[in-house]
């Protein structure tokens, strides 16, 4: 089993920023990717950037790419999600994820196994 704890979330103004942290404890040795994606009300869970667990691969969604930085802490086992130049639509419930099996679809929610229990980013316009 693998546990994910998400933290960092909470209210910012637009143009601001946040550090999203997924603390994973567990068969961490199993793990081979891990993701952020987010869930805004009313609307499908959608990847936002990727992790392989080496940190040798990172991959990001079109719509995040520049604004979005993924990254790993080796010697911690926490991966984070900085988040800039936030907006309105940022709006979501962010949820980080572990895949413990090969596949090729960074953004397919199907893929991965364990979730965490998310943590709510709000903007203020």
């Known amino acids: 089993q693998v546990q994910l704890v998400e933290s960092g979330g909470g209210l910012v103004q637009a143009g601001g920023a946040l550090r999203l942290s997924c603390a994973v404890s567990?068969?961490?040795?199993?793990?081979?990717?891990m993701a952020w994606f987010r869930q805004a009300p009313g609307k499908e869970r959608d990847f936002l950037a990727g992790i392989t667990w080496s940190s040798a691969y990172k991959y990001y969604a079109d719509s995040v790419k520049g604004r979005f930085t993924i990254s790993r802490d080796n010697a911690g086992n926490t991966v984070y999600l900085e988040v800039n130049s936030l907006n309105a639509e940022d709006t979501a419930v962010y949820y980080c994820?572990?895949?413990?099996?090969?596949?090729?679809?960074?953004?397919?929610?199907?893929?991965?196994?364990?979730w965490g229990q998310g943590t709510q980013v709000t903007v203020s316009s």
């Open positions: 994820a572990a895949r413990v099996g090969s596949g090729s679809n960074w953004s397919a929610r199907y893929e991965y196994n364990y």
């Open positions: 567990g068969r961490t040795f199993s793990i081979l990717t």
